[in-house]
């Protein structure tokens, strides 16, 4: 069964960084995109960042570009994003997704992970 499990949130200062851990288990798969979303209270749902299997191929939203940085190690099964320069708009629950075959395209993300509070905060 394919699981992806979120870690490294946590209340940071304005300005601050985090970096975020999401590691997968149990895929079969051998591309697929793993993208990043947050969800703030009373807000929808978005994307964050994705990474495709090879890490060359990367997908920002505009208002982290520069800021956060996604990578990721195969050998681990863990893709990361390094959140840096922090701002109060960044809190929010992030989790992690996987798609099959790549972030762009078709396809949708599934499965998810059970999400990590980003609060951002002084």
């Known amino acids: 069964q394919w699981r992806l499990v979120e870690s490294g949130g946590g209340l940071v200062q304005p300005g601050g960084s985090l970096r975020l851990s999401c590691t997968t288990s149990?895929?079969?798969?051998?591309?697929?995109?793993i993208g990043w979303f947050r969800q703030a209270p009373g807000k929808e749902r978005e994307g964050v960042s994705c990474i495709d299997t090879s890490g060359r191929s990367t997908i920002y939203l505009d208002s982290v570009k520069g800021r956060f940085t996604i990578s990721r190690d195969n050998a681990k099964n863990t893709v990361y994003l390094q959140m840096n320069s922090l701002k109060p708009e960044d809190t929010g629950i992030y989790s992690c997704?996987?798609?099959?075959?790549?972030?762009?395209?078709?396809?949708?993300?599934?499965?998810w992970g059970q999400g990590t509070q980003v609060t951002v905060s002084s």
């Open positions: 149990g895929f079969t798969e051998d591309n697929y995109g």
């Open positions: 997704a996987a798609k099959i075959p790549a972030c762009a395209g078709y396809g949708y993300f599934e499965p």
